[in-house]
């Protein structure tokens, strides 16, 4: 429990003052405020000026912005009408100043919809920002927008020789998900009946979510889906950068696409993104980069031949060996005057229990997995290789803090079928659609070579690489091996786990993820979810 509040000075303004600063600001004499009904430019603009002014920043409002900005319209609502002056404004402090951290200081909200799962990944690359991206296990991907399935397509590609085959395909595709989706839940209702005091509610999203997740698979990485972002203009002008110097041009198309919004809000934190000495500049250089590389690697490698995998793997590849007692030093470390070196020196002349104690110290009681400890974990990395099937690595890929690399989706690491798609008797129509998939992507790599991976299923196998750290890992595993997860994502999180004890030996590191689900699973894993989402309801009706 908090202790008494300590005593803060409160600033003094006069009536007409207070009157401007209420519709801008949430209080007018405590310490800590937000600001609000302001254009995001504005904000930026005056956090640029905060960081060099003696000032407070509701004072520094009241001298040195209030008469900039056209409030004519803000006496009841906010101040938006004068965006023309406020984007003035902020040039003139970002010009002085020049420093690119400014435009980490507004934040836009976009949704970007109808992009493919191979735009997703782009889309989801930023560190600094944060997704929502439309979910396969809750969202039948057989309904249709404007009379036709969802999957991506290429102007072009439609163009060719190739436009019917690819359209024809994609359909029969997504006419298989939409047939074994309703048969494998005809399977699932008789294997799993209602448990008594479950809802039927209850009872069919659990065995929709498990039918979808048998299916997911099917899909075409062309599928069609919907991200949220939140995010910086600094965040959003790097993203933007990046996407201009893709190969794949759905990418360049949305960047685009998205600039045009995003000016309509930010615009000034996004002037840089199409100068052609600016922005145009850096996308040049990343693809010219991307070229270099492409072609490096197929000199040096080209010779080596090693045969595809054709079964999911996980691989720690490198670790600190020394890496358990660096992250005990760096436990030890805020809590005395010592410098670093002799704390090491200290931790490796000690026992394991001596070291095992500090360790629970500051660990502590978890009794959430959502109760993380501090960055002394992140003291020590981890390295894997993963093949697993593109529909796991979409979800791992997600996890912002792991630096993530992939390989081209293509089908030459085999795929990955459910085994409850054998138990329901559905193997053949299922491999006929993983061969149909395979036979476009095959087709499209000679005219399209760029584009080839809209016809790869989410069940074919991908090679990736992830690394992070201890408290990553925490995160990540713990999430990815709760039993309602999808089964190709928690295996790949339980093998983790068990390379970090069994191969690094950081036992100690392992054991402090006490939240790690190594069983078979539920039955039905969203079962349990969507129980105590039924009991939230309830609790709030009754209220």
């Not at 931790?347 to 070291?355: A, I, L, Q, S």
């Not at 992140?378 to 993530?404: K, N, P």
């Not at 584009?451 to 595993?477: C, D, G, K, P, T």
């Not at 069983?519 to 039905?524: E, K, W």
């Amino acid at each position: 429990m908090a202790g008494p509040l300590p005593t803060y000075v409160s600033e003094s303004f006069d009536a007409d003052e207070q009157t401007i600063l209420r519709r801008y600001f949430t209080n007018l004499d405590g310490p800590v405020f937000a600001l609000v009904n302001l254009p995001e430019v504005v904000k930026g603009a005056l956090f640029a000026r905060y960081s060099r002014s003696s000032k407070s920043l509701r004072r520094l409002f009241l001298d040195e912005f209030v008469g900039e900005l056209d409030t004519t319209g803000d006496e009841t609502i906010d101040a938006t009408i004068g965006l023309e002056r406020a984007e003035a404004l902020y040039d003139r402090v970002f010009f002085e100043y020049g420093d690119d951290s400014v435009a980490q200081l507004g934040g836009v909200h976009l949704a970007c919809e109808q992009a493919s799962n191979l735009l997703t990944k782009v889309l989801e690359w930023g560190r600094l920002m944060s997704y929502l991206e439309q979910s396969t296990r809750y969202i039948p991907y057989d309904e249709r927008l404007g009379g036709r399935y969802r999957y991506f397509r290429d102007p072009e590609l439609l163009a060719s020789s190739l436009g019917a085959r690819y359209v024809g395909d994609m359909d029969r595709l997504f006419d298989t998900y939409s047939e074994l989706t309703r048969e494998i839940q005809d399977h699932f209702r008789e294997r799993f009946p209602k448990a008594e005091g479950d809802s039927d509610f209850v009872h069919r999203q659990a065995i929709r979510a498990k039918a979808f997740d048998a299916t997911r698979g099917l899909l075409p990485a062309a599928a069609l889906s919907n991200v949220g972002i939140y995010g910086s203009g600094q965040a959003y002008e790097a993203l933007l950068l990046r996407m201009r110097s893709l190969p794949l041009p759905e990418a360049r198309t949305y960047a685009d696409l998205m600039l045009a919004e995003l000016r309509k809000v930010i615009p000034s934190f996004l002037k840089r993104v199409d100068l052609p000495d600016r922005g145009g500049a850096w996308s040049e250089y990343l693809a010219a980069n991307r070229n270099a590389m492409e072609a490096a690697a197929y000199d040096v490698l080209s010779g080596d031949t090693g045969a595809a995998t054709i079964e999911s793997s996980v691989e720690l590849v490198d670790f600190d060996p020394d890496g358990e007692v660096k992250m005990v030093a760096a436990m030890l470390y805020p809590f005395t005057s010592l410098p670093e070196s002799q704390i090491l020196e200290r931790v490796r002349r000690m026992g394991v229990e001596d070291r095992l104690a500090v360790i629970r110290a500051y660990v502590g009681d978890r009794s959430n997995r959502r109760h993380k400890p501090g960055r002394a974990l992140e003291r020590s990395d981890y390295r894997f290789d993963v093949v697993s099937d593109y529909g796991a690595f979409r979800d791992l890929q997600r996890h912002r803090m792991a630096t993530i690399e992939w390989q081209e989706l293509t089908p030459r690491h085999g795929y990955t079928r459910p085994r409850s798609v054998d138990e329901a008797g559905l193997t053949g129509r299922y491999d006929e659609a993983m061969q149909l998939s395979h036979d476009l992507w095959e087709t499209l790599s000679e005219q399209f070579p760029d584009r080839a991976a809209y016809a790869v299923s989410l069940a074919y196998r991908v090679r990736y690489v992830m690394q992070f750290n201890a408290r990553e890992a925490m995160h990540l595993i713990e999430l990815r091996t709760s039993v309602q997860g999808h089964p190709s994502y928690r295996a790949v999180g339980q093998a983790m786990h068990r390379l970090i004890a069994e191969q690094a030996g950081h036992r100690a590191v392992a054991e402090m993820m006490t939240f790690v689900d190594h069983s078979g699973g539920a039955d039905l894993e969203r079962l349990g979810a969507e129980r105590r989402a039924e009991s939230r309801r309830s609790a709030v009706g009754e209220t």
